[in-house]
């Protein structure tokens, strides 16, 4: 005879008192459910708190509003669980490998605030390979402290299970891995016969081994990369962590190798309108042209793109491994491409005096720069010259008639852009220039001139224009979309500027230009660079989705990428769109592709992170690589980062970040203040605070990860660690200082 066992009633919170005639406090409710373990339904609050019938309309507004205010969430009809908590089962990502080669994990769906909780997978069943980083499982979670889980594997959602990217070492008949991932903190154990004829010192690919016990867990070579001491290794590694496909499918390189020019057939002639490509001094793709003319008083510009649609038609190979891709990925010593080179370098590319196929739009603005009107076509163009920003820069400062109507529009849409109030940060970038065989030459500052600015300006409108075109024909489009910061992120931001004794809005009143008024209101300040950052960090991240959320940053209430098809796949499926709703021929948008819309948007956008991701990586290899040779010297530095583990640090003359452990700081106990995003010394009162300039020591350099560690130095030869200053804005800005 089966006995059926109750679910153990979760203990009352210490000193609530149970009176039946009166609601619990909202404290005791949120404690309560907190400690529960499981999910709690309003019976089980009912009887816990002795509540009777006449206070259940009480008890069940009282649970709307803690829902309603973040602090629960619905886990059923009548159930809740705490807010930010995880399910009993659910679907996570192995992100790292511990130092006793456990296998790290975060949940693959994550809508609490904050980061997500970290998961610790117990052991694999014995037989069953280890999980390595990338594999995904649907796991048993039991909470074993604030923001920390247990996870226990259910069951595989995929084949693979997980790769590792590291540097083989010989060592007897096998030999081991140490990964290049810094986030994998143990070696991995290559026994004898699964070495695939790895030597010492070569970049491997490899996949786990069933094993068990604790320690290093066993793995088999897959695949050799190249010797680590080849600098142009340091790409490959990135690539191969990331997974990012380099080859294509012998289908897909086929129909590119039968690709021929594009005839004018009813295509829009171009060819007589001089059009020219502006891009930087190293690209071999020129996928966009422009040309601007006076018009009245106003100005009539065209923007053409080249036309990929005609090349990569709707199911094809070309098509399903432009969709794999995602994107194109640019590393300072290659580009891996979305596009076989015969179409992204060829019959795709907008070169100079060749016929090129394109799609493109004409655009009429007037003096204060606002679009009066649009009309897009499919056209036959041939590039009248090919441009780089400098060039175009320098002929115009050496001839302001050189370019003129160019940089005459240019002017008029960034004065409707500042009209608009658009979020502007300014964040230095580094450009990492290598030498013919792959070493570092020069880390130098990327430039940002008025011909960058301008193209800027000429893309955006161009893609203001194809959103509204879409929705005018009621047609799908791939938008991009940028969402408002979230309330929880402004909260932070709002804490910060305080300390700077700047105010803020609130969330739900804000614009950009109330962000982008701080900005300026600290520009030229020793506090620009701080400010920057922190407001950088509060903002979300931009994605791709089919339904229109607007663009925060841009300011614009709609927004599509249209002028990047060679390397962004999003750009193609507007394309196709606008083919479709303006009749411009058969090669439109399918209801395949509309069918997959929702999907597609969420893989482009991951593989658009992927690609961020691998590219920041790889320059963070390169500038470890630079450095390896300077260890013990001493930096001009600026804190980049305040955690509770130490401080990240990014230094001023190349721009190369890396980590100071609390170790490496003055003796002393040291309070981490979240809200003023500083450390401050308990016993000396010294304070590190993000931006600060401060002196540092390398005392570590790994090529392999990108790793660099750093000293800080105190005392009259550095800069010294000090109490932050009271920020003072210009005195012309009208800001209220508390005092």
């Known amino acids: ?77 009548k159930q809740f669980n705490e807010a930010g908590r995880l399910p009993e089962n659910a679907v996570v990502e192995v992100t790292g490998i511990d130092r006793d080669g456990e296998a790290l994990a975060r949940p693959v769906v994550w809508d609490g605030t904050g980061r997500p909780p970290i998961i610790f997978m117990l052991a694999e069943a014995r037989g069953q390979p280890a999980l390595a980083p990338g594999a995904r499982v649907l796991a048993r979670l039991r909470r074993v402290g604030p923001d920390k889980y247990e996870g226990r594997t259910l069951k595989r959602l995929t084949e693979k299970t997980g790769s590792i990217v590291g540097v083989f070492r010989a060592e007897g008949p096998g030999g081991r891995i140490e990964p290049t991932d810094k986030k994998q903190k143990s070696e991995w154990v290559v026994p004898a016969g699964e070495t695939m004829g790895a030597t010492t010192g070569e970049i491997v690919r490899a996949e786990p081994l069933p094993g068990s016990g604790y320690g290093p867990k066993p793995a088999r070579v897959t695949e050799c990369l190249g010797q680590v001491t080849d600098a142009r290794s340091v790409s490959l590694i990135a690539i191969a962590t990331h997974e990012i496909p380099v080859d294509f499918p012998e289908a897909a390189l086929k129909e590119a190798a039968k690709a021929k020019a594009t005839p004018l057939a009813k295509r829009t002639d171009l060819r007589d309108v001089p059009l020219i490509t502006i891009d930087g001094a190293d690209a071999r793709d020129f996928d966009d042209a422009v040309f601007a003319a006076r018009d009245g008083k106003g100005m009539r510009l065209i923007v053409a793109i080249a036309d990929v649609a005609h090349y990569v038609k709707p199911g094809s190979a070309l098509d399903i491994s432009a969709r794999e891709r995602g994107n194109s990925c640019y590393f300072p010593d290659r580009v891996v491409p979305m596009l076989p080179e015969e179409l992204s370098n060829g019959w795709c590319s907008l070169k100079p005096h060749e016929d090129r196929g394109c799609l493109f739009v004409e655009m009429f603005i007037d003096a204060e720069g606002r679009k009066q009107s649009h009309k897009f076509g499919r056209g036959l163009m041939r590039s009248a010259a090919r441009k780089t920003y400098e060039q175009v820069q320098e002929e115009h400062e050496g001839n302001p008639q050189n370019h003129a109507d160019l940089y005459a529009a240019f002017k008029a849409l960034s004065a409707a852009r500042t009209a608009r109030g658009t979020l502007d940060l300014d964040l230095p970038e580094r450009k990492v220039e290598l030498t013919p065989d792959g070493r570092v030459a020069k880390i130098a500052p990327r430039p940002r001139l008025d011909s960058h600015r301008l193209i800027e300006e000429f893309m955006i409108l161009a893609n203001v224009c194809a959103a509204e075109e879409l929705e005018r024909h009621k047609l799908p489009c791939m938008y991009r979309v940028h969402a408002p910061p979230s309330p929880e992120k402004i909260d932070n931001l709002r804490s910060f500027l305080a300390t700077l004794d700047i105010s803020l809005k609130a969330a739900d009143q804000l614009h950009p230009r109330d962000l982008d008024h701080i900005l300026k209101l600290v520009a030229g300040t020793d506090k620009a660079v701080l400010v920057n950052e922190t407001m950088l960090r509060s903002q979300s991240q931009a994605e791709y989705a089919p339904d229109n959320l607007g663009h925060f940053g841009l300011a614009l209430s709609r927004y599509a990428h249209f002028t990047s098809p060679i390397r962004r796949y999003a750009d193609l499926l507007v394309h196709r769109a606008l083919i479709t709703g303006l009749k411009l021929g058969k090669d439109g948008l399918t209801e395949t592709d509309i069918a997959k819309f929702a999907d597609t948007a969420e893989h482009i956008t991951g593989t658009e992170r992927r690609a961020t991701l691998a590219e920041r990586d790889s320059t963070d290899r390169y500038l470890a690589l630079y450095l390896q040779h300077r260890i013990g010297e001493l930096f001009d530095a600026r804190i980049s980062g305040v955690t509770k583990f130490g401080l990240f640090v990014t230094l001023i003359e190349t721009g190369a970040s890396g980590f100071a452990p609390m170790a490496a700081l003055p003796d002393d106990f040291w309070i981490h203040d979240e809200a003023s995003q500083s450390l401050i010394g308990k016993r000396t009162r010294l304070t590190f605070q993000l931006a600060q300039s401060i002196g540092v020591r390398l005392v570590e350099a790994k090529p392999v990860t990108g790793g660099l560690l750093f000293n800080v130095l105190t005392g009259p030869s550095a800069p010294q660690a000090r109490a932050p200053k009271r920020f003072v804005p210009p005195q012309k800005s009208k800001q209220k200082h508390r005092r």
Do not use: C, W, Y
């Open 1 to 77: 005879m089966k006995t059926a066992h109750k679910k153990p009633r979760p203990k009352l919170p210490k000193n609530t008192v149970k009176t039946p005639s009166q609601l619990p406090s909202r404290d005791a409710v949120k404690k309560f459910i907190a400690e529960a373990p499981g999910k709690v339904g309003m019976r089980e609050i009912a009887r816990a708190f002795s509540i009777g019938p006449d206070d259940k309309k009480g008890l069940r507004g009282l649970m709307k509003s803690l829902e309603a205010d973040g602090a629960l969430e619905r886990a059923g009809r």
